[in-house]
């Protein structure tokens, strides 16, 4: 039990047999400690040496030899209260330095119909009120049924969606379809804002869509201050447009 408790404090295995030895040999030479533990005494002085530096034994000399004695066991108390004070001075210090790592955004490429379904489900997954923006209507085009489904799941989840749709024809009758929808409010955008590529946010999520009918995918970027920039600039924007 004393082993354990000892080693608890920062003494090693053979530190810590020495000290109890010393505590019961009083003063003794090296020899005596070599016969008393069975470590050898090359050893023994790399030890007395450590013991020293921790403050856990001391030594006399009586006719040029070294009798090396252990401190008493009350004193080990002092010292472990000597050093959480030293600890403790530098504690602030120590802190201030401290910078925990920041998150690294997470950046991924989903290709192709499954990876833009992928998407989809995240957005169910998340239960965030959604933002998207440049929104060609193309998505019932090349997903086909799926995004019906989806958008039904949406509406019983009651994740809100704020969309943008661009004033071209087919994005204006996209714009119509999603004005039935609950939990829907929509706007429009100037034509020349027309383009393959649409923009959500959700959660702490960006996506870029990209509605090539041959071959579309999305990018994702996972890091919440972006995200959070980018709903800013939504609602900036979705302030400045009509509602028809």
Not at 175 to 181: A, D, K, L, V
Not at 183 to 196: F, I
Not at 218 to 235: G, P, T
Request: charged share 30%.
């Amino acid at each position: 039990m004393e082993i354990e408790k000892l080693k608890e404090i920062g003494l090693n295995e053979k530190e810590t047999k020495v000290y109890l030895a010393l505590l019961e040999m009083g003063d003794s030479l090296v020899s005596e400690i070599a016969k008393k533990t069975g470590i050898n005494r090359s050893l023994l002085y790399t030890i007395m040496s450590d013991l020293e530096k921790k403050g856990m034994v001391s030594y006399i000399l009586k006719n040029n030899l070294r009798y090396y004695r252990a401190i008493e066991p009350i004193k080990i108390l002092s010292i472990l209260k000597e050093k959480e004070k030293n600890f403790s001075s530098i504690l602030p210090e120590l802190i201030k330095l401290h910078k925990p790592k920041e998150k690294k955004p997470v950046v991924e490429i989903l290709e192709g119909r499954e990876g833009i379904k992928t998407i989809l489900n995240d957005v169910l997954r998340q239960k965030k009120e959604w933002f998207a923006f440049n929104v060609p209507g193309k998505g019932p085009e090349i997903l086909g049924f799926k995004v019906h489904s989806f958008e039904k799941e949406r509406q019983k989840m009651r994740i809100k969606l704020n969309v943008m749709c661009v004033r071209t024809e087919e994005g204006i009758k996209r714009g119509e379809q999603f004005s039935r929808m609950r939990y829907t409010r929509v706007r429009y955008m100037p034509a020349t804002y027309e383009s393959p590529a649409s923009n959500w946010i959700y959660g702490d999520r960006i996506v870029i869509i990209f509605w090539y009918k041959e071959f579309p995918f999305a990018i994702r970027i996972i890091d919440k201050n972006l995200a959070e920039s980018y709903k800013n600039y939504f609602r900036v924007l979705w302030s400045t447009l009509s509602i028809k």
